[in-house]
């Protein structure tokens, strides 16, 4: 059978040298093999020829640093954008997982902040892990998987679900509770359906609602709170805004990607390969 490829982003940084970390765990977890990519942007013929030279190097040496772990490890240079190339090898149909890492909300290098992270995974349509330069994590669990309104909520349930049969990790549904702000029917049927998932699929899990006492318009700061209270290994979001809290989701989401706790990130975008 053939084994599926875990996609990693790398541009040599300690970013993305996590990422390289976290998907070596997943891989050996799941049997999967490991896929780099390298994008490089437009620059003169001359100049490509070094570059590209460099970079091969690099990553020949990182490859091997991988199959040294035993899992098996492939890498490509694409020519591009990495708003471009990432989706577009990303969504290939051998891959099914993608791995990335953020630089956080300080530094330019290689654009990869929390908003550019935003705009690579939602184009992507399988799960995708987001991990900081000082993650620390490599059993996942617990998972606090806060409810969202979103149309395609039940994308994220039954992933992060399999993500969680796979670490045996237990999940934690997480919700806060405004006064005077009653949880929409969205809310409710998600919760429900989230419960529903995780129980068909006999993953542990536990439902936790608590009032809001962190003042923020978003909710990102009280569930941060919340995970690193319980020591959480993994927080699962969807990566595109809903409807219902579009005003503050932006924030919201990149809160998450670039919390302080450095708890990684799983999220899904709810699209369709193409």
């Given at each position: 059978?053939?084994?599926?490829?875990?996609?990693?982003?790398?541009?040599?940084?300690?970013?993305?040298?996590?990422?390289?970390?976290?998907?070596?765990?997943?891989?050996?977890?799941?049997?999967?093999?490991?896929?780099?990519?390298?994008?490089?942007?437009?620059?003169?013929?001359?100049?490509?020829?070094?570059?590209?030279?460099?970079?091969?190097?690099?990553?020949?040496?990182?490859?091997?640093?991988?199959?040294?772990?035993?899992?098996?490890?492939?890498?490509?240079?694409?020519?591009g954008?990495?708003?471009?190339?990432?989706?577009?090898?990303?969504?290939?149909?051998?891959?099914?997982?993608?791995?990335?890492?953020?630089?956080?909300?300080?530094?330019?290098?290689?654009?990869?902040?929390?908003?550019?992270?935003?705009?690579?995974?939602?184009?992507?349509?399988?799960p995708?892990?987001?991990?900081?330069?000082?993650?620390?994590?490599?059993?996942?669990?617990?998972?606090?998987?806060?409810?969202?309104?979103?149309?395609?909520?039940?994308?994220?349930?039954?992933?992060?679900?399999?993500?969680?049969?796979?670490?045996?990790?237990e999940?934690?549904?997480?919700?806060?509770?405004?006064?005077?702000?009653?949880a929409?029917?969205?809310?409710?049927?998600?919760?429900a359906?989230?419960?529903?998932?995780?129980?068909?699929?006999?993953?542990?899990?536990k439902?936790?609602?608590?009032?809001?006492?962190?003042?923020?318009?978003?909710?990102?700061?009280?569930?941060?709170?919340?995970?690193?209270?319980?020591?959480?290994?993994?927080?699962?979001?969807?990566?595109?805004?809903?409807?219902?809290?579009?005003?503050?989701?932006?924030?919201?989401?990149?809160?998450?990607?670039?919390?302080?706790?450095?708890?990684?990130?799983?999220?899904?975008?709810?699209?369709?390969?193409?």
């Amino acid at each position: 059978m053939k084994q599926e490829k875990i996609v990693v982003p790398v541009d040599f940084t300690i970013a993305s040298g996590q990422a390289v970390t976290q998907a070596i765990v997943i891989a050996q977890k799941t049997n999967s093999t490991i896929l780099l990519l390298h994008c490089m942007e437009p620059v003169s013929a001359e100049k490509k020829k070094i570059n590209q030279k460099l970079v091969e190097e690099k990553l020949n040496l990182l490859t091997k640093k991988i199959e040294a772990e035993g899992v098996k490890c492939e890498h490509i240079i694409a020519d591009g954008s990495i708003f471009d190339q990432i989706p577009m090898i990303a969504n290939r149909p051998d891959n099914f997982m993608m791995v990335i890492g953020t630089h956080g909300i300080q530094g330019i290098k290689q654009k990869m902040l929390g908003a550019d992270i935003l705009k690579i995974v939602r184009k992507i349509s399988i799960p995708c892990l987001i991990v900081q330069e000082d993650c620390m994590t490599k059993n996942f669990g617990p998972i606090v998987f806060p409810v969202g309104s979103h149309d395609n909520f039940r994308r994220l349930a039954e992933s992060t679900a399999t993500f969680a049969i796979k670490f045996g990790a237990e999940i934690h549904i997480y919700s806060v509770n405004r006064k005077g702000d009653e949880a929409s029917e969205r809310i409710r049927q998600n919760t429900a359906l989230a419960k529903e998932i995780f129980t068909i699929k006999t993953v542990p899990f536990k439902y936790h609602s608590e009032d809001a006492y962190v003042i923020s318009v978003g909710y990102a700061k009280q569930t941060l709170k919340y995970a690193n209270l319980i020591g959480a290994g993994l927080v699962s979001i969807m990566s595109v805004n809903s409807d219902e809290h579009y005003y503050f989701a932006q924030s919201d989401k990149e809160t998450m990607i670039n919390n302080e706790y450095n708890i990684p990130v799983f999220c899904v975008s709810g699209i369709d390969a193409e």
